[in-house]
C-alpha cells in the first residue's frame, strides 16, 4: 500500500509534497501494532528499516499493508526481548509500548505485569543504537499519582542514556479527530544534537471536525444549539463535579448515557424505558440519590437495608420493593440491602452505555476491548431540557434508530487512510484500532520533532 492520509476524510494532516520529498529519514517501529506510526513517518518522508510485534493476527495486516512491492525485503525484527544492535543506523525509534499495566481497563500492575517490563527492552534497544530521537506511547494513567514512580524510572533510564525527554499528554480531538483520545508521548533526542533543549510539543490544529464529517451513513444537520442557564439543566442548579470536555454548562449533552447509577439530563435509567409508576420511580431515585452517602457506607455505591429505605421514603412496604426487583430493576444483596441491577456505568443497560448524536464533537476512547458506544443514525433537535430525553427515548432508541461502530468506524476515528486494508474479522480489526495511536496526532508530532534533527 501507498500509505496515505486520505485528503478528503483529513484534509488539514495532508503534509505539502515539498516536505514528503525533501525530509528522508529512516526509523525503525517497535510494538508495530498495525502501522499508526508508520503512515504518518511514511508521509514525511521517513524509511522504514524494520518492525518488531509478536501479535500473528497484527502482523498479517500490517504485512498485507507495507511489506509489499519495494518494500518486500524489509526485514522482520522479532520480538523486542530478542533485540540489541542492529545491524544499521536508524534516526528515529518509535512505538506504542504495551499500555495495560496502566490503563484502568487492565489490572494496573505498573511495572510488576511483564508487559510493563517490557520498558527494560526498549532501554536496551535504544541504549545499544544510540538514534538521534524516539517516539513513545502510551496511557494517560501513567501521568497519574499511583503511577508516579513507574513513570519516574522510565524517565530516568531514557535521560541516562543520553537523551533529553519530554513527555506530554495529547488528545486526538485537538488534532482533527471526533475522537477524545488522551494518550502520554514521550519524545527524546539525543543530547549531542544542536538545539535538542528546543522541541516543544504541536499546538491543537485550527480545525474541528463532528461525527457526521467522518462517519458516512448518519444524518448531517445545521440546526443552532440553544442555550440555557446551569439552573435550567441542572438539579437545584449544582453543577456536578466530574463532568467531560465534551459536556458543555450551557447546552443539552449531544450522548445519552444508559445508567442507573447516575443522574442528569441526559441519562437514561432502567426505569425510564419500561413502565413503571410515579412511586417506583421515586423509589428508584431516592436509592438513587442516598447509594453513595457515607453515612450508609464507605463503598461507592452502597446498598441500601429496607430499615434505611422506609426512613427515606414514606409508607414504603416490601412489596413495592418487591415489584422493582420482578422488574429486573433492583435486586436483594444478602446481608446488605437492595441495589440496582445495573449498578456498573461500563456495563450500560441492555448493552448500552452511551448513544450519540450524529452532530456530537467527539465520541468516546475507543480501545482494544471494545465499547458499549453506539451512533444514533438521526438527530435530535430539541429547546425543551424537561422532553428532551423522552423525545430521545420515543424517536431513536424506541425506533432504533441507532447502530453499533464498526471497524471502518474505528480506522475512520483514528485517522487511518480509506485504501487501508483492515482484517477480514470485524472484532478483531476493532482490536487492532483501540490499540493503535492515531494517525494524525504522531504526523504533527513527528513533524514538530523533524524541526530539531533534520537541521
Not at 84 to 90: A, C, E, M, R, S
Not at 194 to 207: A, E, I, L, M, R
Request: net charge positive; hydrophobic share 35%.
Amino acid at each position: 500500500m501507498k500509505s496515505g492520509i486520505n485528503s478528503e476524510q483529513l484534509e488539514p494532516f495532508q503534509p505539502a509534497n515539498t516536505i514528503k520529498n525533501t525530509t528522508k529519514f529512516t526509523f525503525i517501529d517497535l510494538f508495530s501494532g498495525i502501522g499508526g506510526f508508520r503512515i504518518p513517518l511514511e508521509e514525511l518522508g521517513g524509511i522504514c528499516l524494520g518492525y518488531s510485534e509478536i501479535d500473528k493476527e497484527a502482523i498479517k495486516v500490517y504485512k498485507n499493508n507495507f511489506i509489499r512491492d519495494i518494500n518486500a525485503d524489509e526485514p522482520y525484527l522479532g520480538d523486542i526481548t530478542n533485540l540489541d544492535k542492529l545491524p544499521f543506523q536508524i534516526d528515529i525509534i518509535v512505538g506504542g509500548v504495551p499500555c495495560q499495566p496502566w490503563s484502568i481497563a487492565g489490572k494496573l500492575k505498573g511495572l510488576k505485569d511483564p508487559r510493563g517490563q517490557l520498558w527494560n527492552d526498549v532501554f536496551r534497544v535504544i541504549k545499544s543504537n544510540q538514534p538521534k530521537a524516539f517516539i513513545f506511547e502510551n496511557v494517560k494513567g501513567l501521568t497519574e499519582p499511583r503511577n508516579k514512580l513507574s513513570l519516574e524510572y522510565i524517565l530516568d533510564n531514557l535521560t541516562s542514556s543520553g537523551y533529553v525527554v519530554k513527555y506530554q499528554v495529547l488528545n486526538s480531538y485537538d488534532f482533527g479527530l471526533p475522537q477524545d483520545r488522551d494518550r502520554i508521548f514521550i519524545v527524546g533526542i539525543r543530547n549531542d544534537i544542536n538545539n535538542s533543549w528546543g522541541f516543544t510539543f504541536p499546538q491543537p490544529v485550527n480545525k474541528h471536525e463532528k461525527l457526521y464529517d467522518v462517519i458516512p451513513d448518519i444524518q448531517r444537520t445545521d440546526f443552532y444549539k440553544k442555550k440555557f442557564s446551569p439552573t435550567v439543566l441542572f438539579i437545584d442548579g449544582k453543577i456536578p463535579g466530574a463532568r467531560g470536555r465534551f459536556q458543555k454548562l450551557d447546552e443539552l449533552n449531544d450522548f445519552f448515557l444508559f445508567s442507573d447509577v447516575r443522574d442528569g439530563h441526559t441519562t437514561i435509567h432502567s426505569w425510564d424505558l419500561i413502565e413503571t409508576t410515579p412511586r417506583e420511580k421515586q423509589i428508584c431515585q431516592t436509592i438513587l440519590k442516598n447509594r453513595r452517602r457515607k453515612i450508609y457506607g464507605d463503598k461507592d455505591g452502597n446498598p441500601l437495608s429496607i430499615e434505611i429505605l422506609q426512613a427515606l421514603i414514606p409508607q414504603l412496604n416490601i412489596e413495592d420493593i418487591n415489584i422493582l426487583i420482578e422488574k429486573s430493576i433492583l435486586r436483594f444483596v444478602e446481608n446488605k440491602g437492595y441495589e440496582f441491577v445495573n449498578s456498573k456505568i461500563s456495563s450500560g443497560i441492555k448493552g448500552i452505555s452511551k448513544i450519540y448524536l450524529p452532530h456530537a464533537d467527539a465520541i468516546g476512547t475507543l480501545t482494544a476491548t471494545g465499547t458499549r458506544d453506539y451512533l444514533a443514525t438521526i438527530s435530535l433537535e430539541c429547546d425543551e431540557p424537561k422532553i428532551y430525553k423522552q423525545k430521545f427515548i420515543q424517536e431513536i432508541y424506541l425506533l432504533k434508530k441507532y447502530r453499533p461502530l464498526t471497524a471502518k468506524d474505528y480506522a475512520i476515528l483514528q485517522g487511518f487512510p480509506a485504501n487501508f486494508q483492515i482484517a477480514h474479522n470485524e472484532n478483531k480489526a476493532k482490536h487492532q484500532f483501540g490499540n493503535a495511536v492515531s494517525v494524525p496526532v504522531i504526523y504533527h508530532l513527528a513533524k514538530s520533532l523533524l524541526k530539531i534533527i533534520s537541521k
